[in-house]
């Protein structure tokens, strides 16, 4: 299921598909989306009996939550995606290692009308993110799974993601979809590592970040937040630009010397709406 129409979404924690307490757990959180793990938190052998809790977990639910299946060609991604197709429409499909846009034709016609949010986690995928987020107008969202980029590029620090990082921004953006949301932070019992790290992706134009524990969902939350400055100088905005069209013009000025034109109050409105999500 999806979050509340309007509602920013800026927490997705995920559980593994094979642990009903933890699912229980999980949807019973403040995260805004629950996303059920069919694929890297479940061992081969134990994919049947994940796929059985989740749907026993997710049907009985009215909250916010995504299932993510396990990669197309495995020999578990059809009994996923067909699982998951006799679920109340809300529920998201989240697809992994997603490279090819017939692919992405074939799991809409599998499951129609349902959102598909697709993980690029490859070089070829993150090529293609354009050509993959316009696939089909049942595509909800991309993101990256950074673990696995990572590997494919040889990386050993953050610097060499920067262009993927973008890349994805920009092709959601052109596609009409959502800021995509943050990869997950791994590194558990490192908040201010989190913190620091939710702050760089912000500044890059992510919105929000997926989680694999409870106890990061508040710092990312803190991080995405909008400060009360940034707040008081968007309602400047949006209150200086809708004065300045209301008598003719096309731009103002700002007490504090800033030229401003109207193309700037839709990052305000943004930080608004962040501002008021819980309230």
């Given at each position: 299921?999806?979050a509340?129409?309007?509602?920013p979404?800026?927490?997705?924690?995920?559980v593994?598909?094979d642990?009903?307490a933890?699912?229980?757990k999980?949807?019973?959180?403040?995260?805004d989306?629950?996303?059920?793990d069919?694929?890297d938190?479940?061992a081969?052998?134990r994919?049947?009996?994940?796929?059985?809790?989740?749907?026993?977990?997710?049907?009985?639910t009215d909250?916010?939550?995504?299932?993510r299946?396990?990669a197309?060609?495995s020999?578990?991604a059809?009994?996923?995606?067909?699982?998951?197709?006799?679920?109340p429409?809300g529920?998201?499909?989240r697809?992994?290692?997603?490279?090819?846009?017939?692919?992405?034709?074939?799991?809409?016609?599998?499951a129609?009308?349902?959102?598909?949010h697709?993980?690029?986690?490859?070089?070829?995928?993150?090529?293609?993110?354009?050509?993959?987020?316009?696939?089909?107008p049942?595509?909800?969202g991309l993101?990256?799974?950074e673990?696995d980029?990572r590997?494919?590029?040889?990386?050993t620090?953050d610097?060499?993601?920067?262009?993927?990082?973008?890349?994805?921004?920009?092709?959601a953006?052109?596609?009409?979809?959502?800021?995509?949301?943050?990869?997950?932070?791994?590194?558990?019992g490192?908040?201010?590592?989190?913190?620091?790290?939710?702050?760089?992706?912000?500044?890059?134009?992510f919105?929000?970040?997926?989680?694999?524990?409870?106890a990061?969902?508040?710092?990312?939350?803190a991080?995405?937040r909008?400060s009360a400055?940034e707040?008081?100088?968007?309602?400047a905005?949006?209150?200086?630009v809708?004065a300045a069209?209301t008598v003719?013009?096309?731009t103002?000025v700002?007490?504090?010397?800033?030229?401003?034109d109207?193309a700037?109050?839709?990052?305000?409105?943004?930080?608004?709406?962040?501002?008021?999500?819980d309230?």
């Amino acid at each position: 299921m999806t979050a509340p129409a309007g509602r920013p979404v800026l927490t997705l924690l995920y559980v593994p598909g094979d642990q009903p307490a933890r699912i229980a757990k999980a949807l019973a959180s403040t995260a805004d989306v629950v996303i059920v793990d069919l694929e890297d938190a479940v061992a081969p052998d134990r994919k049947d009996v994940a796929r059985a809790a989740a749907v026993e977990a997710v049907a009985a639910t009215d909250r916010p939550v995504q299932v993510r299946v396990n990669a197309l060609g495995s020999p578990w991604a059809l009994d996923d995606v067909a699982a998951v197709a006799d679920l109340p429409l809300g529920v998201g499909l989240r697809v992994p290692k997603v490279v090819d846009v017939d692919d992405v034709r074939t799991l809409a016609a599998s499951a129609p009308g349902r959102g598909l949010h697709l993980l690029l986690e490859s070089a070829l995928g993150v090529e293609r993110a354009f050509d993959l987020a316009t696939a089909s107008p049942d595509v909800a969202g991309l993101g990256l799974g950074e673990a696995d980029l990572r590997s494919d590029l040889g990386l050993t620090g953050d610097a060499g993601l920067l262009y993927a990082r973008s890349r994805v921004i920009v092709a959601a953006r052109a596609a009409g979809l959502p800021a995509p949301a943050m990869s997950a932070y791994t590194r558990v019992g490192d908040p201010e590592g989190l913190r620091e790290s939710c702050l760089a992706g912000r500044a890059l134009g992510f919105l929000g970040r997926t989680a694999i524990h409870p106890a990061q969902l508040d710092v990312i939350v803190a991080a995405f937040r909008p400060s009360a400055e940034e707040v008081e100088r968007a309602a400047a905005v949006v209150d200086g630009v809708a004065a300045a069209t209301t008598v003719g013009r096309g731009t103002v000025v700002l007490p504090d010397g800033t030229f401003l034109d109207v193309a700037m109050v839709e990052q305000a409105r943004r930080v608004l709406a962040l501002a008021d999500r819980d309230r």
